[in-house]
């Protein structure tokens, strides 16, 4: 198994100014991960990989070099929010691009028996609102 690891450490959002934006980058490959958990800013690199993980590259015959790894960037720059889904073990968390993918993430969590709440954190005209949707599907604001 390939030896691994990450810097982690804390930026200022450039969308709402948090102080506490969250950064993950691989020392190695130098694949990274940024995120807002106030307003849902993020911004991620990745090389692309098939679904058995293996990384997918533009010329095969080329082998394994860093320029011919493909890689995905995919940036949320005014985003609708910020998402974390409780589960009965756990939280997932989304930057959010849209209201219509946070009704989505919605509709789908009140089918799933493991999900306990669902919390959305929003940065609108200067200020910071959550908003927290509990088993029952009650909103309520925080």
Not at 18 to 25: L, T
Not at 29 to 55: A, I, V, W
Not at 92 to 117: G, T
Request: charged share 25%.
């Amino acid at each position: 198994m390939p030896i691994t690891g990450s810097v982690q450490y804390v930026m200022t959002c450039p969308n709402c100014g948090a102080k506490d934006c969250q950064v993950d980058v691989n020392y190695r490959t130098g694949e990274g991960l940024e995120f807002c958990p106030h307003c849902g800013y993020g911004h991620s690199m990745y090389f692309k990989q098939d679904r058995k993980g293996n990384y997918l590259l533009r010329d095969p015959a080329k082998g394994a070099h860093p320029d011919n790894f493909i890689l995905v960037e995919r940036k949320v720059e005014s985003p609708y929010g910020y998402c974390e889904v409780r589960l009965e073990r756990g939280c997932s968390c989304y930057c959010l691009e849209s209201e219509e993918r946070y009704q989505h993430l919605l509709a789908e969590c009140r089918f799933d028996d493991k999900v306990k709440s669902v919390s959305l954190h929003r940065f609108v005209d200067g200020l910071f609102s959550t908003i927290t949707v509990s088993k029952s599907c009650e909103p309520k604001e925080g």
